[in-house]
């Protein structure tokens, strides 16, 4: 282990960097420095900038204003490639495969071993990506196809992939979230044996002990903004905390006592083949439940199946006791479902139309009148959810693209509460818009079950989690693990479960 | 602990049973187009001996060249997650541009085949111009190429035509001799289809094409130059079109301005019942051109046994449907399967 050389020239570093989408500023005036054999750890709650200044570094996006530096000079990545060229790997936190192509061409696409003629020597690709597998001690085969792989298996492959060139800078985001602990560890001998031969190392990762563990220097976003950089020794798990949050937590998770009603939906022994399998829980009226897990634990499937998108292989899903027609989201809705869902840019709101015609798309037929659409009750359902939501907007025919990703939030939660349902799923309801809006959400949530609604709320931010569920589901690898009351739940218990360190019934099938 | 010392080879075993499972069902998919087309040939030979004797096959193999050489220029493209619909212009454009060139002179084959070539790959350059760096849906690109080329060539022809008296022996021998008694175009169209296919396996560019198309956006993050490929996959699409056009002028002489009218379809059809997936990423040019091979061959036969050609395009559309049924189906059942497997 050698100690890292900080006062030398950083290999990689950002000085200065602005980067904004839209009216959406990510990153203000945020410097960086990785420096050889050293490990730095990138914190920050979501939505701070932590993914827009990785795709900086990575060359996906470029600085609107600020520099990239290289071994002190300026440089200027025109693509992932110049990035990749100069020796960058970068891992995603949602891996991006081609699921067509097999392991060994995903890990070496454009990068293949060649012999004469330049053509591709398939055996070499193929004899190195085994040697990569070994390295990392799994056991993939080289020419299966990408598709179908666990996320845990995809991201094996895109460590493989940073691996597989003498990476100078290797950036992980949030690579741990999907691995169990002993991936994790293997993992983790991984970087450090890079680390040992003098990489710089940017890491991401929800998981405090694990920033504790890896690293040595640790630098702090907030709202876009650089908050600190420093080592991490003397810190305390606390003292990062508020560095990040930078505010009462009591503030931000705005949790009204309720009075928990009859149950308002129940699962029983839900099954999708390969996906999840024989998930029962129960969500009573007046109650928040918290469904945690890592990403790719199936949560956001089992709200999919719950509300019908997806078709369960088996079991049943009751809403105030009447069984649901399964695989129809109308159904769902006419039995008072609301579904939120974790992407709302894809699947929360048609970005091309205005926020009254998002808003009024749940509930055509309350709006419309002999097949006619009604402007005035379409305008009048809008203008009555966006003052009970404190919608920050323009005009309500502006096209919710213009919306800053909080105020889009909105607009999905209006769409959806406006069908007046009994049962609302929110999936990552804060995920990716800034905390005043996120304070504002909970606020809203909080007040909702208050009301006497039932909540599922799927979150992979763990403060939020403790901060607003009554109860704490937990799923890992498919299966619920745990069912865990307010005040039993710990970021310790959650995650003990969420990585199936703990709970009972854990099977390797 | 057990179960970390299982894991690895049950794994090991599920992918291998992975790879044999999509091996299987690529290869399932040209062995049964091959048998398709056997027992098409088998069944058509009984009902009519005449129709596998000398000039039989050579007439088999001669409608084929054509259409099997435009498959594998079209692969390229629908393998990169696009289409090339103005191929049948181009085939026109070019024979009549070759037959322009050479009307009353005395050049030779090659110089024929060259200007084809250059002609198909200036409107391959637009379409993949405005595709890729112009970033307009390839479908719309290429159907207005189809109308603008098919205009150009309907208003410099001005109902004109191009005789066979008028072209150079030199040129129509290319188009109807042979050699150990296999005609010529055949064996050129399976010349470009072996170099294509190789390229596609062997080389880096060829394989960044099925990246492409099997996922654009991580093709963006491991540096794959999609523009410049789209661009090249375009140009070589075109390219073949061109010369195609130029063996089309060998083989018939005659040429007016409407050749190879409509073919764009007919090409797309072979492709996609090649096997070669209409969302990328997936398929060979040897699928495509048994696909090819299958729908020209389905032609002849009718034509054979003097059924009413109107049964040939019903048929091509029965084919059509099956093929993205089956490749629907198989993609939802090997994901589902793959999934299951890997599933821990």
């Given amino acids: ?46 939505g701070a900038g932590k993914s827009t200044l990785i795709k900086t570094l990575a060359g996906v ?79 993939l085969d080289p020419d299966r196809p990408a598709r179908g792989l666990s996320i845990a298996d995809q991201q094996i492959v895109e460590i493989a992939k940073a691996l597989s060139f003498d990476a100078r800078v290797l950036i992980m985001d949030e690579p741990t979230a999907a691995l169990t602990g002993s991936e994790t560890a293997r993992l983790f001998s991984v970087v450090e044996a890079l680390r040992a ?67 308002a939906l129940s699962v029983h022994r839900l099954t999708r083949e390969g996906v999840f399998r024989d998930v029962s829980f129960e969500v009573r009226r007046g109650e928040i439940v918290a469904l945690a897990g890592l990403v790719g634990a199936g949560r956001t499937e089992v709200a999919q199946a719950v509300f019908g998108v997806d078709r369960a292989d088996a079991g049943e899903v009751r809403v105030a006791g009447t069984p649901l027609r399964p695989g129809s989201p109308n159904a769902a809705m006419a039995a008072g479902l609301a579904l939120v869902p974790e992407d709302r840019r894809q699947r929360g709101l048609v970005m091309e139309m205005s926020i009254e015609r998002n808003i009024g798309l749940t509930g055509l037929d309350r709006i419309s009148g002999g097949g006619l659409v009604k402007r005035a009750l379409e305008r009048g359902r809008a203008t009555d959810w966006a003052t009970r939501l404190q919608l920050k907007y323009g005009r309500l025919s502006d096209h919710v693209g213009v919306l800053s990703g909080g105020n889009q939030q909105k607009v999905v939660l209006a769409k959806w509460l406006a069908t007046d349902p009994a049962v609302l799923i929110v999936d990552e309801p804060t995920r990716g818009i800034d905390v005043g809006t996120k304070a504002e959400v909970h606020r809203l949530l909080s007040s909702l079950a208050a009301e006497g609604l039932a909540v599922l709320m799927i979150s992979s931010d763990l403060p939020e989690v403790l901060g607003m569920a009554d109860r704490v589901l937990v799923m890992h690898e498919g299966r619920m693990v745990a069912e865990i009351p307010r005040a039993e739940a710990t970021e310790e218990s959650v995650m003990a479960a969420a990585t199936g360190r703990t709970g009972k019934g854990r099977a390797a099938a | 602990m057990t179960a970390t010392i299982e ?112 002609v198909g790959m200036a409107c391959g350059l637009v379409s993949g111009a405005l595709v890729s760096f112009g970033k307009v849906p390839a479908l719309v690109v290429t159907l207005g190429m189809l109308y603008i080329i098919q205009g150009i060539d309907y208003w410099w022809a001005e109902g004109e035509q191009i005789n066979a008296a008028d072209v150079p022996q030199s040129v129509l021998d290319l188009g109807s001799g042979s050699v150990l008694g296999i005609p010529y175009l055949p064996l050129i169209s399976f010349a470009v289809l072996a170099v294509t296919a190789y390229f596609l396996r062997s080389y880096r560019s060829g394989r960044e094409l099925y990246a492409i198309g099997s996922s654009p956006e991580a093709a963006r993050l491991a540096g794959v130059p999609i523009r410049r490929r789209v661009l090249g ?107 299951k497997r890997s599933a821990r």
């Fill in chain 1, 1 to 46: 282990m050698s100690q890292a050389d900080s006062t030398g020239v950083p290999v990689l570093a950002l000085k200065g960097v602005n980067k904004s989408f839209g009216a959406v500023r990510a990153l203000r005036d945020v410097s960086l420095e990785l420096f050889p054999g050293e490990a730095h750890a990138l914190a920050g709650e979501n």
């Fill in chain 1, 61 to 139: 996006h470029r600085p609107d204003a600020g520099q990239v530096l290289l071994d002190g000079e300026p440089v200027v990545f025109h693509g992932p490639a110049d990035a990749r060229d100069v020796g960058i790997a970068v891992i995603y936190q949602e891996p991006t495969l081609f699921p067509d192509l097999s392991i060994a061409e995903n890990i070496f696409m454009g990068r293949q071993p060649r012999r004469g003629l330049g053509r591709i020597d398939h055996k070499a690709v193929r004899s190195a990506t085994a040697a990569l597998m070994g390295r990392l001690g799994v056991a």
């Fill in chain 1, 197 to 263: 031969e003098g990489a710089a190392v940017l890491f991401i990762s929800h998981r405090l002990e694990e920033i504790f563990r890896l690293c040595q220097r640790v630098t702090t976003l907030r709202d876009g903004r650089w908050v600190a950089s420093e080592p991490l020794a003397g810190l305390t798990e606390d003292d990062l905390v508020r560095r990040m949050v930078g505010r009462d937590l009591d503030e931000l998770y705005p949790k009204q006592d309720t009075r928990v009603g009859e149950t």
């Fill in chain 2, 7 to 118: 894991k690895p080879t049950a794994q090991a075993e599920a992918g291998r049973s992975a790879r044999s499972l999509v091996d299987t069902v690529f290869r399932a998919r040209e062995i049964s187009i091959a048998g398709a087309l056997v027992l098409l040939v088998l069944f058509t030979w009984i009902a009519e001996p005449r129709f596998l004797n000398d000039q039989g096959v050579k007439d088999l193999l001669l409608n084929a060249a054509i259409l099997v050489l435009l498959a594998v220029g079209q692969s390229v493209v629908v393998v990169t997650r696009n289409i090339d619909l103005s191929v049948g212009s181009v085939v026109g454009l070019s024979a009549f541009a070759c037959g322009k060139f050479v009307s009353g002179t005395d050049h030779g084959p090659l110089l024929v085949a060259l200007l084809g070539i250059a």
């Fill in chain 2, 233 to 339: 996959a375009y140009v070589f699409s075109g390219a073949v079109a061109g010369f195609a056009g130029s063996l089309w002028l060998a083989r018939f002489g005659t040429v007016v301005a409407d050749n190879a009218h409509g073919w764009e379809l007919t090409v797309v059809s072979a492709v996609v019942v090649g096997g070669v997936a209409i969302v990328g990423g997936v398929g060979t040019v040897w699928g495509a051109a048994l696909g090819a091979l299958l729908l020209t061959t389905i032609g002849s036969a009718l034509s054979v046994l003097k059924v009413d050609s109107f049964w040939e395009d019903a048929i091509s559309g029965a084919l059509l449907l099956a093929a993205i049924s089956v490749d629907r189906i198989v993609n939802v059942r090997m994901t589902r399967a793959l999934r």
